[in-house]
């Protein structure tokens, strides 16, 4: 059961990926999930994106912007004004997600994230 549980988040995630890949327009190749220590997720410019399996612990929302942010990364390698332009075009809340995110820090996972939920990410 439990395996199942996760195996389905997993392909929850991956659905979630192919579904901005599409609407970005972008060629992801591959998405691995797995555990990472310091970061949400990574991604290479030939379209191999890593996301942590932590992300099927945060609200839905958090993980969308994750998966959003690599992918526009492979149309925008760094943060600048073009990047941000993407984002608010397509997740115009997306600064408030990434202070919920933010504030969930990569190992105080689930302190603050009642008082995310229940603030605007869900
Ligand atoms: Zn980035």
Not at 17 to 36: S, T
């Amino acid at each position: 059961m439990k395996t199942e549980d996760v195996l389905n988040n997993t392909t929850d995630l991956k659905s979630e990926v192919w579904r901005w890949a599409d609407c970005l327009g972008v060629k992801v190749h591959e998405v691995h999930v797995r555990q990472m220590r310091r970061k949400w997720a990574s991604i290479s410019t030939n379209g191999r994106l890593t996301l942590n399996t932590e992300l099927l612990n945060l609200p839905a929302q958090l993980a969308e912007f994750v998966i959003v942010h690599e992918l526009v990364h492979l149309l925008v390698p760094n943060h600048g004004k073009l990047f941000k332009g993407y984002m608010s075009a397509y997740l115009p809340d997306w600064q408030e997600r990434q202070k919920c995110l933010n504030e969930e820090g990569i190992t105080g996972l689930g302190k603050s994230l009642e008082a995310c939920k229940t603030l605007s990410c869900e």
